[in-house]
Every structure is written in structure tokens, then in C-alpha cells.
């Protein structure tokens, strides 16, 4: 159980176009879902926090017009990145919370590889 | 700025030995830490939690709390090739948000 997809797995696109990355968790409903994106040989940094049915939280330093996050229901949340640039090609990965007592665990996706030409 | 520090590595160990990772905290009031290995292009999987002062056992894997020295660690008994990987210590922050530490790459030798 407690399957998280993203899709898709990897994508190419031209500068200065706006690519769109789903997350879904499968079999449970998420309280939360958060975005990460890692960087080669760098650890996970978090993006933004969102919570179905409101905007988002972003972290500090990540831009919230550049990166569109829309959490339309308990099992899916999406990632606009929108007029990107080769500076935002980097593996960005999804995960969704399961409320569980006193952990609140994340269940993270396979990842998304974007890579801006 | 509450931070997690690790080790990069690489940690290297022979087959079979015993793998001892290590991880610190910044943020005193954490609760809950989680350990998480990354294989090459992959998307992290969780390995253990642990909340509770002591250890904490699951088939080859302790993981190791001192809430006092605000450190976690992770053992890996029997060490197989295939641990091979990197693995991220994550510090969940009151408001429910993982903080990772910058991964310490374990490599096990045949």
C-alpha cells in the first residue's frame, strides 16, 4: 500500500516552454502533498507544501509564479513549471502524506527528470 | 535555519562488515527522524523511523536516537553490495516537514 506515481517520468522540452509533472497516490487519500527537487549530488530540498482545496506554501526562495502547484483533490497534485529555463533542469520529485498518529509519513514518487535545452 | 548534517563519504566497507552512519541536528524540538536510501537516479525509499530515545531494530538495520546529543545514526549489519547507495538522515520539523541532511554515499566492496 501507499503507492505514490508521478508522471511523467522524464521529459525534455525548449526553453521557455511550461512543462506540467503529475503526482497521484494510488491507494490512500493524502492530507499533504509536497514537491522537492534535488540537483546532482545534492540532498532534497522542498519546494512547497500543498493541502488539497488550498494554495500552497512555498518555501522560501522558490518562486510561486514560476512554479504553478495546483492540488485539485485528495490523490493528485500537479507541478507547472512554467517558462523554464535550462537552470530548472534537475529531478523533482513528489510525496504525499498519509496522516499515521504521531509521524505523518511521506511516501515519495519515482521522480521526474526535467531537462531544459 | 534548522539544518541536518551528514557525512558525504564515501563510506566504505567490505562485505559483510558492519556500516555505521551517522547524522546530527540543529532543531531540538524534532520529534521524528527518518533514515531513507537513495539509489543512483532514483527517488529516495524509506528504510526506518525512529522517535524514542535507544534503538531501534528491523532485520539488518538499527537505527540509533539520542534525542540529548541531538544525533541519529543508522547501522547496517552484514553489509551486501546492493546497500551500496546513498542514504539521507531526515528530520521531521513541527509543522510536519521532512529536512534533509546532504547524504552520505556508503559503498560496500565485495
Known amino acids: 500500500g501507499a503507492v505514490v506515481s508521478q508522471h511523467p517520468s522524464w521529459v525534455i522540452c525548449k526553453s521557455g516552454t511550461s512543462v506540467k509533472i503529475e503526482c497521484r497516490s494510488l491507494d490512500f487519500q493524502a492530507t499533504t502533498m509536497f514537491w522537492y527537487r534535488q540537483f546532482p549530488k545534492q540532498s532534497l530540498m522542498l519546494m512547497a507544501t500543498?493541502?488539497?482545496?488550498?494554495?500552497?506554501?512555498?518555501e522560501q526562495g522558490v518562486e510561486k509564479d514560476k512554479f504553478l502547484i495546483n492540488h485539485a483533490s485528495l490523490t493528485l497534485s500537479t507541478l507547472t513549471v512554467t517558462s523554464a529555463h535550462p537552470e530548472d533542469s534537475s529531478f523533482y520529485i513528489c510525496s504525499a502524506s498519509l496522516a499515521s498518529g504521531r509521524f505523518n509519513e511521506q511516501f515519495f514518487g519515482p521522480g521526474t527528470r526535467l531537462t531544459v535545452l | 535555519q534548522k539544518e541536518v548534517e551528514q557525512n558525504s563519504g564515501p563510506l566504505s566497507v567490505p562485505e559483510g562488515a558492519i556500516a555505521s552512519l551517522n547524522c546530527t541536528y540543529s532543531d531540538r524540538g524534532s520529534q521524528s527522524f527518518f533514515w531513507y536510501r537513495q539509489y543512483s537516479g532514483k527517488s529516495p525509499e524509506l528504510i526506518m523511523f525512529i522517535y524514542s530515545n535507544g534503538d531501534k531494530e528491523d532485520g539488518r538495520f538499527t537505527a540509533q536516537l539520542n534525542k540529548a546529543s541531538q544525533y541519529v545514526s543508522l547501522l547496517i549489519r552484514d553489509s551486501q553490495p546492493s546497500d551500496s547507495a546513498t542514504y539521507l538522515c531526515?528530520?521531521?520539523?513541527?509543522?510536519?516537514?521532512?529536512?534533509f541532511g546532504s547524504g552520505t554515499r556508503l559503498l560496500v566492496r565485495p
Open positions: 531526515a528530520v521531521m520539523d513541527s509543522s510536519y516537514k521532512l529536512i
Open positions: 500543498s493541502n488539497e482545496g488550498s494554495k500552497a506554501t512555498y
